[in-house]
């Protein structure tokens, strides 16, 4: 079955190069109106220009879609309103939005300044909740929509160099996580993408350009455009890259009781294998799902019969 936007209108954040000018036209392609947000200037992010956003808007027009270039700042959350405001008066809704916006400032934390890991924290997460929480009213409103956070795996697996990125790309793991409870009941579903991609961002960390060809954005594309299709998923971390695709999920152990007699640090690091023993290891649900489990070992390990 084919996947179509039509009658849809998405958000793409850094939308002027790489992976947001792919989703962005993709999305078009596919019948959505779109708004191509990019802060244009200079690699590093800075700058102010609407020259990317305008190029992307005008290839979409060229193929007979619809868009609108923005260069609103996602760190500035009044801008991200009057983006939403003006894509909401002149398309009358907001259905998708691709949280995509983004920075590097790679160094060894001994070595980076506050102020950098300030500044990558506030674009990618910040950034997310911003542009997140300026659409999540209208989406309540209409009983629809359908959310990404780029994450990454330097925020999953941890990357060297990487410490601020990578809190910030869990974070939005985080937020999806929550997310995706409160907006299941108003048909907003929330998801995860963890791209790999030649694009500016990494072009200068992969020196090889054979595996920068293989690299491309389209097939990062496909994995977004399937997360943010109709029957798409809602908590989903999905990993792409090179056209491989992959679940990434936040397991739990079993784990082990202690009576309280043996709850002291000594036994606990004496134990750290059979915590760690990865059979019957399960994907929780909600936080409460973890105190829920070791209440239950905690009962059973004391004989206390639980109401329920």
Not at 27 to 56: H, I
Request: aromatic share 4%; hydrophobic share 40%.
């Amino acid at each position: 079955m084919s996947i179509s936007f039509e009658g849809k209108v998405a958000i793409v954040t850094g939308a002027g190069n790489g992976l947001g000018r792919s989703h962005a036209l993709e999305l078009a392609r596919r019948g959505a109106k779109v708004v191509v947000n990019d802060l244009g200037g200079a690699r590093d992010g800075s700058g102010g220009s609407l020259t990317a956003a305008e190029a992307v808007v005008a290839e979409i027009e060229a193929a007979g879609g619809e868009a609108m270039a923005n260069g609103a700042n996602v760190t500035d959350y009044q801008q991200v309103q009057e983006m939403v405001k003006q894509a909401a008066e002149r398309w009358g809704r907001v259905d998708i939005l691709v949280n995509n916006a983004g920075i590097l400032r790679d160094k060894s934390f001994a070595k980076a300044p506050m102020d950098d890991f300030k500044l990558v924290v506030d674009v990618h997460l910040m950034g997310s909740v911003n542009c997140t929480k300026a659409v999540w009213d209208i989406m309540r409103e209409q009983q629809y929509g359908r959310i990404v956070m780029t994450t990454s795996s330097s925020g999953l697996y941890g990357n060297f160099g990487q410490s601020n990125y990578g809190a910030a790309k869990t974070g939005v793991v985080g937020l999806m996580n929550t997310l995706c409870l409160e907006g299941e009941k108003y048909g907003i579903r929330v998801n995860c993408l963890s791209p790999t991609a030649a694009t500016r961002m990494t072009e200068d960390i992969i020196p090889d350009p054979k595996a920068l060809e293989l690299l491309t954005p389209e097939s990062v594309t496909a994995g977004l455009i399937a997360l943010v299709a109709d029957d798409g998923p809602n908590r989903f971390i999905l990993c792409a890259g090179a056209g491989a695709y992959a679940k990434a999920r936040i397991l739990e152990t079993e784990g082990i009781y202690l009576p309280p007699e043996q709850q002291t640090a000594e036994n606990v690091l004496a134990n750290l294998d059979a915590i760690s023993d990865e059979r019957g290891q399960q994907e929780l649900v909600g936080g409460l799902n973890q105190t829920v489990k070791f209440i239950q070992k905690a009962a059973q390990g004391t004989g206390v019969k639980l109401d329920g």
